[in-house]
């Protein structure tokens, strides 16, 4: 008596490629939907601490000048730990008090004497403070282009 077995062939069938690949395929495709939203919070993040550092130089300036408000190009040594997020050349300092600012991208606004209103999506509003008030503005990306704005 002969008895054949049947030999088993090792291996993945082609249903079974496809179907990793195309699992991989959606997961790779998730990674770079959410990678820019994530890098936008990161430069928002990155924004907002700046804000907070020009805030902290203009007050520092503010007491080692007896109580004088910087003019444009007097925080440049005071402005050593801004993100590549800020433009230096593009802090501008306004004593005017505007009922709103409307910063451009990458760029800071300081306005003397005023506190912060409400944001919009086309201004930052303002109110009026005190005179040692302050309040620095910039635009972020996410949110679609709200303003955030820090009062001294």
């Not at 490629?17 to 959410?34: H, R």
């Not at 000048?65 to 802090?91: A, C, H, M, Q, W």
Request: glycine content about 6%; some cysteine; hydrophobic content about 35%.
């Amino acid at each position: 008596m002969n008895i054949q077995t049947k030999k088993s062939i090792k291996g993945f069938t082609i249903i079974e490629v496809v179907l990793v690949l195309a699992i991989a395929g959606l997961i790779f495709l998730m990674v770079f939907i959410a990678l820019p939203a994530l890098q936008r919070n990161q430069r928002d993040t990155a924004r907002k601490n700046d804000v907070s550092t020009i805030a902290s130089a203009v007050t520092t300036y503010t007491s080692n000048n007896r109580g004088t408000f910087p003019e444009p190009g007097d925080l440049e040594g005071y402005l050593e730990d801004l993100s590549e997020n800020t433009v230096k050349e593009d802090i501008t300092i306004r004593s005017d008090a505007p009922d709103a600012v409307q910063p451009e991208d990458a760029a800071v606004v300081i306005v003397e004497g005023m506190k912060c209103g409400e944001s919009t999506n086309d201004s930052q509003e303002l109110e009026d403070g005190s005179a040692r008030q302050f309040s620095v503005v910039t635009k972020l990306e996410s949110g679609n282009g709200q303003y955030f704005c820090q009062t001294s």
